[in-house]
């Protein structure tokens, strides 16, 4: 099994500023297999990116995903209040699919 | 847009059976890939199981003894049963729907809590 370890745990951070979380990988992952889902409190999750640098359907620019192997980048460039929330990285190549424990953003 | 929809009770007392169901409107369950992902309370998020539409399952090894996804395509409609739950199985049961079998999850039901308690 793939374990994918996610850092900071949490990030506390102003709207305006810019974002970066990480995603480490227990062994490589093909970038094609490679996504970041946001999270709100009570809703269910969003993609966000997939094949590590692809943005889902009405996702904005500001959304960015890099990295290859073992490690992964999410970016937000400029962060916006809506963007405040919980990021899980996932990878999808091998079974069993495994998620990151999350980094949650918060408001600074 | 296609929705998707969980239902089940929300109850389940310890060593019973959790049934849940998935419908799925707005588009059909075939030429799509169909996971069960659940999320402990304040907890991270775990993949189940998924199912072709043409019923090939592959099961997370973690639940495999105790679980069982299928899909009726007559009904748009996909199912899950976990047997013997502990409290340990209470959660947010998600559906969520993939292009293919390594794809990402790209439209997600909006979850149902399922809470196992006698």
């Known amino acids: 099994e793939i374990v994918l370890t996610q850092s900071p745990g949490a990030l506390s951070l102003s709207p305006g500023e810019r974002a970066t979380l990480s995603c480490r990988a227990s062994q490589s992952v093909s970038s094609t297999y490679l996504g970041w889902y946001q999270q709100k409190p009570g809703q269910a999750p969003r993609l966000l990116i997939y094949?590590?640098?692809s943005r889902a359907t009405g996702i904005p620019d500001r959304f960015s995903g890099s990295g290859s192997g073992t490690d992964f980048t999410l970016s937000i460039s400029r962060l916006e209040p809506e963007d405040f929330a919980v990021y899980y990285c996932q990878q999808y190549g091998s079974s069993p699919y495994t998620f990151g424990q999350g980094t949650k953003l918060e408001i600074k | 847009q296609v929705q998707l929809q969980e239902s089940g009770p929300g109850l389940v007392k310890p060593s019973e059976t959790l049934s849940l169901t998935c419908s799925v409107s707005?588009?059909?369950?075939?030429?799509?890939?169909w996971s069960w992902i659940r999320q402990p309370p304040g907890k991270g998020l775990e993949w189940i199981a998924y199912?072709?539409?043409?019923?090939?399952?592959n099961y997370n090894p973690s639940l495999k003894s105790r679980v069982t996804i299928s899909v009726d395509t007559s009904k748009n409609q996909l199912s899950l049963k976990l047997t013997s739950v502990t409290a340990a199985d209470t959660a947010v049961f998600y559906c969520a729907r993939a292009r293919g079998a390594r794809s990402s999850f790209d439209s997600w039901g909006q979850g149902t809590l399922v809470t196992v308690s006698s």
């Open positions: 707005g588009g059909s369950i075939s030429g799509y890939y």
């Open positions: 094949g590590a640098s």
């Open positions: 199912i072709s539409h043409s019923g090939s399952p």
